[in-house]
């Protein structure tokens, strides 16, 4: 079994940053990071490979946010900048078995979440 603990929300002013860290105990292979806010389907931000050397990203976050892994540490990070108060929602981190993908219901394993507000 895969468990996964998210760590690193908060409260940020826009045009700030924020770097969340989800940290994994188990065998993973892709992770991906997903966000939902209150009255909206659960939606794809970023998602990373095993080996960290592809990456995807939702068209709303491409060159704000950065997906990251450390194998060695088993951990996945999501390096947030210029944030937006539309970015604001429960982020949640993902795995599964196979490859990276954009489609939530393809993950196994998911973390509790963690909250992100941006303010104006």
């Known amino acids: 079994q895969v468990q996964l603990v998210e760590s690193g929300g908060g409260l940020v002013q826009a045009g700030g940053s924020l770097r969340l860290s989800c940290a994994a105990s188990g065998r993973t292979q892709a992770m991906g990071w997903f966000r939902q806010a209150p009255g909206k389907e659960r939606e794809f931000v970023a998602a990373?490979?095993?080996?960290?050397?592809?990456?995807s990203y939702a068209d709303s976050v491409k060159g704000r946010f950065t997906i990251s892994r450390d194998n060695a540490k088993n951990t996945l990070s999501l390096q947030m900048n210029s944030l937006k108060p539309e970015d604001t929602a429960v982020y949640y981190c993902?795995?599964?078995?196979?490859?990276?993908?954009?489609?939530?219901?393809?993950?196994?394993?998911w973390g509790q979440g963690t909250q992100v507000t941006v303010s104006s």
């Open positions: 993902a795995a599964r078995s196979g490859g990276a993908t954009s489609t939530a219901a393809l993950y196994n394993y």
């Open positions: 990373i490979s095993w080996s960290g050397g592809f990456t």
